[in-house]
C-alpha cells in the first residue's frame, strides 16, 4: 500500500485505544501464517493415511489438519457478553492469539466452545453450564496460560474445579466399535480430584455401567489404590473405574508424566485390548505402559460416542466438576491406530515445538509493530519510502512486496546493552532503527558507540497495559512512541510536541505482530 502523505500524518485523528498483546515470531519459523506442521502434515493427516481418520479433532493452539483454515476455539468477554471466534494465523497454522488479545483487552474472557477440526456436527466442545449445554459448571477463564507454539503465542484451555465441556457426539465410536485418542495435556496443572478426561463419554450424563466411556484420564487420582508414586498418570476412564492397565490391581508398567507438556494416548479395538502411552510432548518417544487385554467387565465395550474434556461422564448437570488439568489439543478417531502412526503423530507434536512463556524478541526473530492507538490499529511501523524517516503506515495483505519489507524488522542482540533489543531492517541488511535528535530513523551501522546507544531499545509491558513498550538505552525517561504518524522518542511530557500527555500511553504501546516480509 502506498504510504501516507505527510499531509495525512498532521491531520490524522487520534482517539483512544482498544488493543492488546498479538502474535509473535521467533526463529525456526519461515511461513509469516504460523504454520508448524512436520512434513506437511497435521496429526489427524497422520491418522488418516494410517487408515485411522480424525473423527473429532480439538485444539486451542494450532490447526489438526494441514488444510484447516477454520476457528479454533470461542472467547465470550465479560464487559458485553460479547463472542469472537479465534481461528488460525494460516491453513495448518499456529492460533491467531492477536485476535483474542485484542478482543479481551481490558476485560475478563472465557472459552465457551472449542471447534471441532473435522466438520463433523455435533462434535464441537461446549462448556457444560448455563448458556452452553446446561449444567453445574462455568467456562474456564481464557488467559490463565499463554505459551508459544513454534514461537507463536497461544493459550491453553486452563480447567479447573468447576469448569468442563461436553459434546453430543456425531460419527463417534460406539458400541464397541475400535477408537483411538490422543491429548496433550501438561503435567504440572494436575489433580486427584475426579476426573480430568477427554475421549468418548455417556450422552445422557449418567454413569451407565462398565464401558460406557473410553477416556483418557490424566491426574493424580488412584482409583483403585495401590499405586506407586504420585503421578500424574495416563489412565484409562472406562466407566466405574480408572484403569493403570488390564486390570484393578496397580500396573507396574506406569510411569508418572510431570513434564510440562505432556502428549497422552489410550487405544481400545472395544472387544480384547488396549493400549496406554504416555511422552513428553516436546521431544522423544512414545512409552507404552500397558498393552494387552482390556479389563474382566469391559468387554465388550458399551460406548455411547458423546466427548467429555475435563471431567467424569457423570457430570455436570447437577454436581460440578472435581478436577483440574491443561488441554492443548487432542482427537477421537476411528479404528485401532497402529503403534506406527502413534509413533508419527507423537514425533509431530514434538515438532510443532509446544515451549512455555511468549517472549517475541528472541534474536533473530523476525517482527511487525503494529500501533495500538484505535485511530491506527492497521497501521505498522515501518521505513519511509524515499528518506531515512521511520513512520506508521497502513500495511494489509494486499499491500507490495515493498510495503511490507519496510514493516518488517529482525531483532537482533541490543548494540550497546545486549540485554536489550536492536532493530535490523529485514529488507536493509546492516541498516537500524535509531534515534537522532529525538526523531526515528534507519541508517545504516556506522560502529560508533553513538549510534549502538541510539540503536538499542529494551522492552517492557505496554504502558497502556496492551502489548509492549520500547525503553530508549540512553534516555531511559523516552519511550519509542508514534505522533502525527511519525515515529519519536518520546516522554510522558515534556517541551517538544511529540512529548505530549495524550495518548502517550497508547501511542508507546505496540503489538508485537507476524511479520509482513
Known amino acids: 500500500m502506498v504510504l501516507a502523505l505527510p499531509v495525512f500524518r498532521r491531520l490524522r485523528r487520534r482517539v483512544t485505544v482498544s488493543s492488546a498483546v498479538v502474535a509473535l515470531v521467533l526463529p525456526g519459523l519461515v511461513a509469516a501464517g504460523g504454520t508448524s506442521q512436520a512434513a506437511g502434515q497435521g496429526p489427524c493427516d497422520i491418522y488418516a493415511a494410517g487408515g485411522t481418520p480424525c473423527v473429532a479433532a480439538h485444539s486451542t493452539t494450532r490447526a489438526l489438519f494441514t488444510a484447516y483454515n477454520g476457528s479454533l476455539y470461542q472467547v465470550q ?62 467456562a474456564a477463564v481464557a488467559t490463565t496460560e499463554a505459551l508459544t507454539v513454534g514461537g507463536r503465542k497461544a493459550y491453553a484451555l486452563y480447567i479447573n474445579p468447576g469448569n468442563s465441556y461436553f459434546a453430543g457426539g456425531s460419527g463417534v465410536p460406539t458400541g464397541s466399535s475400535p477408537e483411538g485418542e490422543y491429548l496433550v495435556t501438561s503435567g504440572t496443572h494436575v489433580s486427584n480430584g475426579c476426573c480430568f478426561d477427554y475421549g468418548n463419554t455417556e450422552t445422557d450424563h449418567r454413569a451407565d455401567g462398565n464401558g460406557a466411556m473410553d477416556a483418557i484420564n490424566f491426574g493424580t487420582e488412584c482409583w483403585f489404590g495401590g499405586c506407586a508414586g504420585t503421578g500424574p498418570w495416563v489412565q484409562a476412564d472406562l466407566e466405574n473405574g480408572l484403569f493403570s492397565g488390564g486390570s484393578t490391581t496397580w500396573n507396574p508398567g506406569q510411569v508418572a508424566q510431570p513434564s510440562h507438556f505432556v502428549t497422552a494416548m489410550l487405544k481400545n479395538n472395544g472387544t480384547t485390548q488396549m493400549a496406554l502411552q504416555g511422552a513428553n510432548a516436546q521431544s ?49 478417531v476411528k479404528g485401532y491406530p497402529s503403534d506406527a502412526t502413534d509413533a508419527a503423530v507423537q514425533a509431530n507434536i514434538a515438532a510443532a515445538g509446544y515451549a512455555t512463556g511468549t517472549t517475541p ?157
Request: charged fraction near 15%.
Open 77 to 138: 468477554r465479560a464487559s458485553d457478553n460479547a463472542v469472537r471466534d479465534i481461528g488460525v494465523l494460516s491453513a495448518g497454522g499456529i492460533a491467531d492469539a492477536a485476535a483474542q488479545d485484542t478482543f479481551c483487552a481490558g476485560t475478563t474472557c472465557t472459552i465457551t466452545r472449542v471447534y471441532d477440526q473435522t466438520g463433523a456436527g455435533g462434535n464441537t466442545l461446549v462448556y457444560q453450564g448455563p448458556g452452553g449445554t446446561g449444567g453445574a459448571d462455568t
Open 284 to 332: 522423544g518417544g512414545l512409552t507404552k505402559f500397558y498393552g494387552g487385554a482390556l479389563p474382566g467387565g469391559y468387554n465388550p465395550m458399551h460406548k455411547q460416542g458423546a466427548i467429555i474434556l475435563g471431567s467424569g461422564g457423570d457430570c455436570c448437570q447437577t454436581n460440578r466438576n472435581a478436577s483440574a488439568g491443561t488441554f492443548y489439543e487432542g482427537a477421537v
Open 361 to 517: 524478541f528472541t534474536p533473530g526473530a523476525k517482527v511487525s509493530l503494529q500501533a495500538t492507538t484505535s485511530c491506527c490499529t492497521g497501521d505498522f511501523l515501518r521505513h519511509d519510502t524515499g528518506d531515512d524517516k521511520v513512520v506508521i503506515a497502513p500495511v494489509t495483505a494486499s499491500s507490495t512486496a515493498t510495503d511490507k519489507g519496510a514493516a518488517t524488522w529482525i531483532v537482533r542482540p541490543g548494540l550497546a546493552d545486549g540485554s536489550c533489543i536492536s532493530f535490523e531492517a529485514a529488507d536493509a541488511a546492516g541498516s537500524y532503527l535509531r534515534h537522532y535528535a529525538f526523531q526515528l530513523h534507519l541508517q545504516p551501522k556506522d560502529g560508533t558507540g553513538q549510534f549502538a546507544a541510539d540503536a538499542t531499545f529494551c522492552p517492557t509491558p505496554g504502558n497502556s497495559g496492551a502489548g509492549y513498550s520500547f525503553q530508549s538505552a540512553n534516555f531511559p525517561a523516552k519511550y519509542l512512541r508514534h505522533y502525527s504518524s511519525t515515529a519519536y522518542i518520546a516522554s510522558d511530557g515534556g517541551t517538544s510536541a511529540w512529548d505530549t500527555t495524550s495518548l502517550w500511553r497508547e501511542d508507546s504501546s505496540w503489538l508485537a505482530a507476524s511479520p509482513w516480509g
